[in-house]
């Protein structure tokens, strides 16, 4: 099967995350928003790997996987954080630096 | 391709409606399934190992701290509906659709080859083929990779952390804090009475019975107390009243249908 509904698909996830992102305002809805676009770029490598017919791209796939879950364990805490120190998980509320 | 037919319009709804639905937990439980599809994905396209991956430390690891960090924060924070920039949402739609239409055609419109697949490569196993590369070519970025993950646990660690600003009470404070309001409020100084145990009833919204007749009302929980759905003592009586009058029916009808059995 040729690569392309893959990649589409990996386009759409991307797209659909990057909305996510700017629309809602929880902030860990955001962060699930975030892991998706993480998720659709991972789809894109594992399919440029199958078409280039190596494994570089399953090893990028890979490290963005431990990538991310290192930056979900940080900026989960930092939203903990946040919520302690100001009651709230919106993104709209941490704005002090604004002023 | 079936997998890939089945699954993609599958993946693009729950992601759709992880963007859309209003509760936090409900956009997590869509990501799982969008996660739980693109390991199937990945399964299909000749990568067994990220497929594992993709189960244990996605949808294992990284939802179940977002549901745990869900629970901690609060499941009931919604999302506010003010809008501090002006037209931000309908800008943040427009714009996503121009990125969508823009990334997708590309996709769509480049002109690639046949896949070579990786029969060649996986020859060997894929897992073999994974280590072998990540041992050699990428062994500097394996190693700071450790680093990395070293720095992510410390730091979430200190961000998690909380100074005590009291010192914490000792068991000692305690049992002085228990007399003390023992003398001011009349509070018993040992643990609550237990609800009453009857055969007929469920013990915990059940209330002890005093030595005069009267109910316990500490003996069951707050809450069933503002459920309304503790028992009073009369109404127990009144059920037991009610039990006996059931079995004495029920006797007295299986007498005459045996009388009936025996002179059809």
Redesign the interface.
Known sequence: MSVTPFLVLSALLFTIGAVGVLVRRNAIVVFMCVELMFNAANLALVTFARQHGNLDGQIAAFFVMVVAAAEVVVGLAIIVTIFRTRRSASVDDASLLKY | ?IA?WIL?PL??AA??G??VVRK?VH??LL?AV??VS?AI??AV???P??AA??VI??TG??LM??LF??M???VD????L?E?LKG??VL??L??LG??VL??L???Q?V?G?????Q???RGG?IE??AA??FS??VF?FEV?SA??I???L??MV??H?ERLDPKPTQRDLAQQRVRDYAATGRPLGPLPSPGVYARHNAVDTPALLPDGSTADVSVSRVLQARGSVRSAAGLADDVDGAVQSIDGASMHRRDEDERGRHP
């Open positions: 391709m890939f993609a993946m693009v992601a759709l992880m963007v936090a956009s997590a990501l969008v996660m693109l994905l990945y396209q000749d990568a190992f990220l991956v993709q430390v996605y690891a990284v701290l977002f960090v869900l901690l924060v609060g924070t919604n999302d506010s003010v501090t931000q949402r943040a739609v714009v996503g990125f969508g990334v997708v590309g996709a769509a480049a690639v046949p896949p070579l697949g990786l060649g490569a996986n894929n083929g994974l590369l990540l070519d990428y970025a990779t990395l993950l720095t992510a646990a730091g979430a961000l998690a909380q």
